[in-house]
């Protein structure tokens, strides 16, 4: 899908590149009708841990963004690290199917995350977003703790142009899976922003998981 931005033409050597969801016994994402022109979707992830504590939920909280950095131009994220939640993952490229489906991580590979291929990627002006599970089948993933996070915490973007992009946090929501804010989520913001978002709410085995976790950000470093 257009993104209105040039591709990035270096050859792509991330390791698990456009990894499909079904290679890990995951689950495709439907793109809604918004989301498919913005070039995202809205996450539904359902690899929950029957009879676990849930993950963390988030409280909510937001505050108005100020100041900012220069956007970036397009470069392929490389990894992810959220120091106030010990996040340190690879970051794998998710593709959007001719369909309208997004890719997920691979079910069995709770330790990486992955970014929206056809959207921008984090700094450039526009909303990237990066997805992963909050558990799966033997634990907690990646995302389990992202409810924890509050305003003014950090996220880095590692990009292969050597650039790490950091992002400070404003607002951290909890979503219902059947009344999700496409526009406020994915809708432009005239400034380089990030959603990074996982499941959350609560369980069931067999509808999965009642919300999603999306934690809003917005540049205000480049190193």
């Given at each position: 899908?257009?993104?209105?931005?040039?591709?990035?033409?270096?050859?792509?050597?991330?390791?698990?590149?456009?990894?499909?969801?079904?290679?890990?016994?995951?689950?495709?994402?439907?793109?809604?009708?918004?989301?498919?022109?913005?070039?995202?979707?809205?996450?539904?992830?359902?690899?929950?841990?029957?009879?676990?504590?849930?993950?963390?939920?988030?409280?909510?909280?937001?505050?108005?963004p100020t100041?900012?950095?220069?956007?970036?131009?397009?470069s392929t994220?490389?990894?992810?690290?959220?120091?106030?939640?010990?996040?340190?993952?690879?970051?794998?490229?998710?593709?959007?199917?001719?369909?309208?489906?997004?890719d997920v991580?691979?079910?069995?590979?709770?330790?990486?995350?992955?970014?929206?291929?056809?959207?921008?990627?984090?700094?450039?002006?526009?909303?990237?977003?990066?997805?992963?599970?909050?558990?799966?089948?033997?634990?907690?993933?990646?995302?389990?703790?992202?409810?924890?996070?509050?305003?003014?915490?950090?996220?880095?973007?590692?990009?292969?142009?050597?650039?790490?992009?950091?992002?400070?946090?404003?607002?951290?929501?909890?979503?219902?899976?059947?009344?999700?804010?496409?526009?406020?989520?994915?809708?432009?913001?005239?400034?380089?922003?990030?959603?990074?978002?996982?499941?959350?709410?609560?369980?069931?085995?067999?509808?999965?998981?009642?919300?999603?976790?999306?934690?809003?950000?917005?540049?205000?470093?480049?190193?």
């Amino acid at each position: 899908m257009p993104h209105g931005t040039p591709a990035d033409t270096t050859p792509d050597t991330t390791p698990g590149r456009a990894a499909s969801a079904a290679a890990g016994g995951g689950t495709r994402l439907r793109v809604t009708a918004l989301a498919a022109t913005l070039g995202v979707a809205a996450l539904l992830i359902h690899n929950g841990i029957t009879g676990t504590p849930g993950p963390p939920t988030a409280d909510n909280s937001g505050t108005t963004p100020t100041g900012g950095s220069a956007p970036l131009t397009r470069s392929t994220p490389t990894w992810i690290r959220i120091p106030a939640i010990a996040v340190n993952a690879r970051l794998i490229g998710l593709d959007v199917s001719p369909t309208g489906e997004l890719d997920v991580p691979p079910a069995d590979r709770a330790d990486v995350a992955g970014w929206n291929t056809d959207a921008v990627t984090p700094g450039e002006t526009g909303t990237a977003v990066i997805a992963g599970h909050v558990d799966n089948k033997r634990g907690p993933a990646v995302f389990y703790d992202l409810g924890k996070l509050g305003t003014g915490r950090k996220i880095e973007i590692h990009r292969r142009d050597g650039h790490t992009a950091v992002f400070t946090i404003y607002a951290v929501r909890t979503h219902p899976r059947d009344n999700f804010p496409s526009t406020r989520v994915y809708g432009p913001t005239g400034r380089p922003e990030l959603r990074v978002i996982t499941c959350g709410g609560t369980y069931d085995e067999h509808t999965g998981y009642s919300a999603n976790t999306v934690v809003y950000a917005h540049l205000t470093a480049t190193r």
